[in-house]
């Protein structure tokens, strides 16, 4: 990763937080013109690659056995978030192998409170 590229999807990065849809895709606008007044738009994929992987990082893949209440998932999340931090996003996944329970997957950690992962 080139240095410049780092340090343009750090900024992104920080300036896309807390912002809606609308302003990130601006913020998104404003940097891709930067980069073509400035002749670096070259950077652009790399930039992209770190910015994705900086969210990716973030993400946690719940997944269930079966679908079930949202206020039943918000508990769930919100306990992961004590667990693992606060600046993870969900992804909700069904897989009725699991049998009952969750498991919670991110890139460091698995939380599994699966009726089959208690079984194993």
Not at 3 to 29: H, P, R, T, W
Not at 48 to 58: A, Y
Not at 111 to 116: N, P, T
Request: glycine share 6%.
């Amino acid at each position: 990763m080139n240095n410049q590229s780092y340090i343009f999807a750090k900024a992104l990065i920080a300036v896309l937080k807390g912002k809606d849809l609308e302003e990130q895709k601006q913020m998104i606008k404003n940097l891709v013109g930067l980069l073509k007044e400035k002749g670096k738009i070259h950077l652009l994929g790399q930039i992209q690659k770190e910015v994705e992987k900086h969210f990716k990082k973030d993400e946690v893949v719940l997944t269930f056995s079966r679908e079930i209440d949202i206020k039943a998932i918000d508990g769930v999340k919100e306990k992961i978030k004590d667990i693992l931090g606060k600046e993870k996003t969900f992804k909700i996944k069904i897989d009725k192998d699991i049998v009952a329970g969750f498991t919670a997957k991110d890139n460091n950690y698995l939380i599994d409170a699966s009726i089959k992962g208690l079984l194993k």
